[in-house]
């Protein structure tokens, strides 16, 4: 085991040694009992592990915009010095859950090496949480709205005519409370365009820890960009990923989870995930992962909870000889009703409409067929066993789908280019029904279990590309990688051949897929303005916020410097 010693702890080693030297060997077991007592676990470079946490987080939602901040600030200080936390590493919350726009504050540059702590100039709410950090002797990351001061008429980048710039910010403390990064959101999602900037180039912010970790970091809708996601793994080589985020989960292939998991087994990567808790908004579901070894621990909500998920988390270099934590796995046992999510809103993800797809039997047992969307073509061997019928219940329809092309895009958000291959569950026989889960009021039963389900598909080989499974059940969780299915890939030279098999019998699946991001180079304008064509998103381009242009601002500054020098010659 491995301490951290504070001042205190110092001092009395000085004492013990003192003892030691003068023969005083009564007292010195008592006073090494009390220096040890007070010590905390801290991991080092050379150990195959270091301790994780991630917070599922309910932000204020009724108030004055301060005291939304106080009690924010009181409730992640309080799990910043839970009982809980004392052996962490680092901890993470999620976005959007401190401060807001009437409480936007400064960041220090990571250069200048600020503990705010220790300096009085910075909001109160960043102070109090660097005195936190340090208090714990914890890596913090907490998300943030962040001001900084420009100027408008300057031959310098982007600036807001307010004279500040916004950014929706990761703020990352050390041990000591001392701002070491920072991370400037790349990409917005929705009215984010109305309010905050971008950085005209996405950062790629990384820092290393004292354990021997670098991790990079990102934040919610930047995980389906190539830039700077994709960059800080498959060009910069980090292989640890912290990913605060306020996720609205979209079926069937985005919830939250499932896409964590899916990104972080794809990339073979650790991701410590940490998402706002706002289920009837479609904002709930953290986890950390350890790359393609699955969920070391996650979960999703269907009422408001915060929660602290924990777990020692193997370093990259470990990761092929770490063994997970021993999981009994339930027989299994084929049942008409089982546990469902029916209370946490969800989004549809309307690019289904644009696959081709085709509806299986109410009954079917069998399937072993290909699909093909254009030139892309899917196989699928399915096999299904009867449970049993029961009138008094409904029952999920399932299509096949297969995709590849550039018409659909993120959440209606930004353009995509996507390439699928799935089964997918539908609450009725027409194809709009299909991202749909039956309400409350609705008795579901599982008529039929699958008992075999294999997909295969070529995917095209291409640096900018991201192949993951996409996997989903009634409780809005995905299946556990190695124990509930298998992945394979065998390459050629211009494709590579993916297959998705379920290992485990399945009763109640919502998606099973095969989901890959090919990254859309289109640059969308984001100017919510359709008769205005725009380079620029609506918030760096002042001339689209509003008519006080750069010239404006060279004519005004203009004209009162010609009247401030008449004034003095007068």
Same mark, same amino acid.
């Given at each position: ?126 102070? *109090? ?34 004279? +500040? ?28 365009? +109305? ?34 996601? *994709? ?130 039997? *109410? ?39 297969? +995709? ?113 991001? +090919? ?52």
């Amino acid at each position: 085991m491995h301490y951290k010693f504070s001042l205190k702890d110092e001092m009395m080693l000085t004492v013990i040694m003192a003892l030691k030297a003068e023969g005083v060997k009564v007292l010195l077991g008592f006073v090494l009992i009390l220096c040890i007592g007070n010590s905390e676990e801290v991991s080092l470079p050379s150990d195959p592990t270091y301790n994780a946490g991630v917070v599922e987080f309910v932000p204020a939602k009724v108030g004055l915009p301060k005291d939304l901040v106080i009690d924010n600030l009181k409730r992640i200080k309080a799990i910043i010095e839970s009982e809980a936390t004392k052996d962490l590493d680092i901890l993470v919350f999620p976005e959007y859950i401190l401060n807001n726009m009437d409480m936007k504050t400064y960041i220090p540059d990571p250069k200048d090496g600020i503990v705010p702590c220790e300096v009085t100039n910075y909001d109160w709410f960043l102070t *109090e949480l660097s005195c936190a950090a340090r208090s714990r002797q914890l890596y913090l990351v907490v998300n943030m709205l962040e001001k900084e001061f420009c100027l408008p008429f300057a031959n310098q980048r982007k600036c807001h005519p307010s004279g +500040y710039n916004t950014f929706n910010t990761n703020v990352v403390l050390d041990r000591q409370g001392r701002v070491i990064s920072r991370y400037r959101k790349s990409h917005l999602f929705r009215y984010e365009w +109305y309010s905050t900037d971008i950085l005209e180039t996405p950062q790629l912010a990384t820092f290393t820890t004292d354990f021997g970790v670098t991790f990079g970091h990102f934040i919610c809708f930047d995980m389906l960009y190539y830039e700077p996601a *994709e960059q800080l793994v498959k060009e910069k080589n980090v292989t640890d990923i912290i990913y605060p985020t306020h996720w609205f989960s979209e079926l069937p292939f985005l919830t939250a989870v499932q896409n964590q998991e899916g990104w972080a087994f794809a990339n073979d990567v650790n991701l410590l995930a940490a998402d706002a808790s706002y289920p009837s908004q479609q904002n709930t579901g953290s986890g950390i992962y350890a790359g393609r070894l699955g969920r070391l621990s996650a979960a999703i909500f269907q009422e408001p909870t915060t929660k602290l998920l924990i777990a020692k988390v193997p370093k990259s270099e470990y990761r092929s000889s770490y063994q997970m934590p021993t999981a009994i796995e339930p027989v299994f046992m084929p049942q008409l009703v089982t546990p469902r999510f029916t209370k946490l809103d969800l989004q549809r993800d309307y690019n289904v409409d644009v696959f081709t797809t085709k509806l299986l039997e *109410e009954n079917f047992t069998t399937v072993n067929e290909m699909l093909c969307h254009r030139s892309f073509c899917c196989d699928f061997q399915i096999e299904r066993q009867k449970i049993g019928d029961s009138p008094s219940h409904q029952a999920y329809r399932f299509r096949l789908a297969a +995709y590849s092309g550039t018409e659909t895009t993120f959440q209606r958000v930004s353009s995509s280019n996507q390439s699928l291959c799935a089964v997918i569950a539908c609450t009725g026989s027409d194809l709009y029904t299909c991202g749909y889960i039956f309400p409350e009021s609705v008795a579901v039963g599982n008529k039929y279990y699958f008992s075999k389900l294999q997909i295969s598909g070529d995917f095209i080989k291409a640096k900018r590309s991201l192949i993951m499974p996409s996997t989903l059940n009634a409780n809005i969780m995905p299946l556990k990688p190695n124990v509930d299915f298998t992945w394979q890939e065998v390459e050629s030279s211009k494709t590579q051949r993916i297959t998705l098999n379920l290992s485990r019998p399945q009763m109640d699946l919502l998606t099973f897929a095969i989901w890959s991001n +090919y990254y859309s180079t289109v640059d969308n304008t984001h100017n919510l303005d359709p008769i205005v064509n725009l380079k620029q998103p609506i918030a760096l381009t002042s001339s689209a916020v509003t008519p006080f242009s750069f010239k404006s601002f060279q004519i005004i500054f203009s004209i009162i410097l010609i009247v401030s020098l008449k004034t003095q010659f007068n």
